[in-house]
DNA sequence: TCTGGGGTCCTAGGACCC
DNA sequence: TCTGGGGTCCTAGGACCC
C-alpha cells in the first residue's frame, strides 16, 4: 500500500508584530500590538498582549488603558512591510525544498509537501531554525496527512511546551488524543456559526466531530462540513496547490476618518480606490468587467438608519483603463447614493478578471483602446518610480477629508509607496492574499 | 378552465479564512 | 470620541428555456 504523503504547515509567529520587531530591536521585551489601516482594530499581537486576554480584532478604544499600563507599543500597519518579510521566508523554504512543494497559502502561512519521511521532527526544527536565523521570523511547523490535520497540529506546536514549535502528527499515534482535547471550534473551517450549529447536535470536540457520519454533517454544513469530517479522518480532500493562481477579484475598500455626505467627496473618494485597485490589477497583467461599489453609513451609529448597499456594472468589453472605468464606477455611484446619509465606509470590487492578453478585440474602438493601455501602463510604471499619483488623471483629486488615520505609524518612508498595493514581490505576487 | 418539469444560468447572501 | 480589509466558496431561489 502506497503511504499516504504528509503536509506541512509552516505559519508565521505573530506575523505583522514579528515583522515590526524585526525591524526595530526596541520591541523586543516589550508587548505589541499592530493596528488595522484605520487605527481602528488590534491585528496582531504579541504573546505578552495575548495573555493580557486581548482577543484578535478588539477595537483599540476598549483596552488601550490596559495596553498602555503594560507598556505596550502601539503600531499602524505597514503591508509593505509584511509583504517583504512573507517574500523572505517563502524564498527560504523554496531555496530548501523546491518550489514544486510549496503552496503560499496566506500572507503568514505556507502548505508544503513533505514526501513520507520518517523523521519530521528533524525537519521541522530545521525549517523553524534556518527561517529564524535568515528573516529574524520565528515560525512553528505542523505535520499530518491533510491540511486540516496539519492546521491543528500546527496550532498545537504554537502552544504546546513540550512540542516547542514543531508537532508531527504524521507518525504520531496521539492524533486522537489531540482531537478529544481540541474544541470543534478550534478546526478549520469550523466558525462560530457552524460550532453552535455543532454543538446543538452534541458534537462539543474535533474527536466527536470525526466520528459523525459526513452526509449527516453535509445536511446542515453543506459540503464544507463533510469535507472536513473526511480530513480529520485522514482523508485529503483539499489538494496543495502549488501553481501560482491569478485573483478572482480585486477590492480596495477603507473606513472613513469621519463621516461624509457630499457626492463629489463620496466620488473622489471612490476614484481615488479604483485607482489603487487598477494599478494592482495592471500589475498582474489583469484586466476586469464587473466593477460594483458599495457605500455604509456607521453601523454602530444608524441614524437616521443603517444603509448598506451595493451596484455592479457588467460591461460588454474587458478593460484595464483608468478613464473608461471611472466612467462604470460613476454608473454604480449613481445608483447607490443617497444624498440625506452620510457614509462611514465605502469601497470597489473589480471581477470578472481575466488576462489583458485573451480580451476579444472590440468592435470599433480597438486602436484607441490600446492606446490607452499602453498609457496606463506607463503612468503605472511611472508613479511606481517617482511616488504615488506623480501622473493622475484630472478626474482624481488630492485626498480628502475621507482619509484614513494612520497616526502610530513607523516612520518608514520606503515602504509608504505604491508598491504595497501591487501585491508586489517578485516570486509570488500572483498567488497572494492579502490580510 | 386546465396550468409540467427538468436543465441551466445568474445573483444575493451567508459562511469561512487570514 | 474611537469598532479592519481582502479574499474564497457554497447555496437557495428566481428567471428563463424548451
Known amino acids: 500500500m502506497v503511504k499516504n504523503r504528509a503536509i506541512a504547515l509552516v505559519d508565521c509567529n505573530n506575523f505583522f508584530v514579528s515583522c515590526e520587531r524585526a525591524v526595530n530591536k526596541d520591541l523586543q521585551n516589550r508587548p505589541v500590538a499592530v493596528l488595522s489601516n484605520n487605527d481602528g482594530c488590534i491585528i496582531s499581537r504579541s504573546e505578552e498582549v495575548k495573555k493580557l486576554g486581548v482577543q484578535m480584532a478588539t477595537p483599540l478604544f476598549q483596552v488601550r488603558e490596559l495596553l498602555e499600563k503594560y507598556n505596550t507599543a502601539i503600531i499602524?500597519?505597514?503591508?509593505?512591510?509584511?509583504?517583504?518579510?512573507?517574500?523572505?521566508?517563502?524564498?527560504?523554504?523554496?531555496e530548501d525544498l523546491g518550489d514544486k512543494v510549496v503552496e503560499l497559502y496566506s500572507i503568514d502561512e505556507a502548505f508544503l509537501d513533505v514526501g513520507t519521511p520518517d523523521k519530521l521532527k528533524l525537519l521541522g526544527d530545521h525549517l523553524k531554525s534556518k527561517i529564524l536565523k535568515e528573516t529574524q521570523i520565528p515560525v512553528s511547523v505542523g505535520f499530518a496527512t491533510t491540511k486540516t490535520l496539519a492546521k491543528l497540529a500546527n496550532k498545537i506546536a504554537k502552544t504546546s511546551e513540550k512540542a516547542n514549535g514543531v508537532l508531527d502528527l504524521y507518525n504520531s499515534p496521539y492524533t486522537d488524543l489531540a482531537l478529544q482535547r481540541t474544541d470543534v471550534r478550534n478546526i478549520w473551517g469550523v466558525g462560530s456559526r457552524y460550532a453552535a450549529h455543532l454543538k446543538n447536535h452534541g458534537i462539543n470536540t474535533a474527536y466527536e466531530l470525526k466520528n459523525t457520519d459526513p452526509e449527516q454533517i453535509r445536511s446542515y454544513l453543506h459540503v464544507f462540513g463533510a469535507r472536513t469530517v473526511m480530513e480529520l479522518n485522514g482523508i485529503k480532500c483539499l489538494p496543495l496547490e502549488i501553481t501560482e493562481k491569478d485573483n478572482k477579484s480585486i477590492a480596495h475598500t477603507r473606513t472613513?476618518?469621519?463621516?461624509?455626505?457630499?457626492?463629489?467627496?463620496?466620488?473622489?473618494?471612490?476614484?481615488?480606490?479604483?485607482?489603487?485597485?487598477?494599478?494592482?490589477?495592471?500589475?498582474?497583467?489583469?484586466?476586469?468587467?464587473?466593477?460594483?461599489?458599495?457605500?455604509?453609513?456607521?453601523?454602530?451609529?444608524?441614524?437616521?438608519?443603517?444603509?448598506?448597499?451595493a451596484y455592479s456594472y457588467n460591461s460588454v468589453y474587458h478593460s484595464d483603463i483608468t478613464s473608461e472605468i471611472y466612467k462604470w464606477v460613476t454608473v454604480c455611484l449613481e445608483k447607490v447614493f443617497r444624498p440625506e446619509l452620510r457614509y462611514k465606509r465605502a469601497g470597489i470590487v473589480l471581477s470578472e478578471l481575466t488576462s489583458v492578453e485573451s480580451i476579444s478585440l472590440r468592435l470599433y474602438e480597438q486602436v484607441n483602446f490600446e492606446r490607452w493601455h499602453k498609457l496606463s501602463k506607463l503612468i503605472d510604471e511611472v508613479n511606481l518610480?517617482?511616488?504615488?499619483?506623480?501622473?493622475?488623471?484630472?478626474?482624481?483629486?488630492?485626498?480628502?477629508?475621507?482619509?484614513?488615520?494612520?497616526?502610530?505609524r513607523s516612520n518608514d518612508e520606503n515602504h509608504s509607496t505604491s508598491r504595497e498595493h501591487l501585491g508586489l514581490g517578485k516570486t509570488f505576487s500572483k498567488s497572494v492574499r492579502f490580510l
Open 76 to 94: 499602524s500597519c505597514n503591508h509593505g512591510l509584511y509583504r517583504e518579510f512573507s517574500d523572505k521566508v517563502q524564498n527560504v523554504l523554496v
Open 385 to 408: 518610480r517617482y511616488g504615488r499619483d506623480i501622473i493622475k488623471l484630472a478626474a482624481l483629486q488630492d485626498k480628502g477629508g475621507w482619509q484614513s488615520q494612520s497616526t502610530f
Open 256 to 309: 472613513f476618518g469621519h463621516t461624509i455626505s457630499s457626492f463629489c467627496d463620496i466620488k473622489n473618494a471612490i476614484f481615488y480606490f479604483t485607482t489603487r485597485a487598477l494599478e494592482k490589477m495592471r500589475w498582474n497583467n489583469l484586466s476586469t468587467k464587473t466593477v460594483t461599489v458599495f457605500l455604509k453609513t456607521d453601523r454602530f451609529n444608524p441614524v437616521p438608519y443603517y444603509y448598506s448597499n
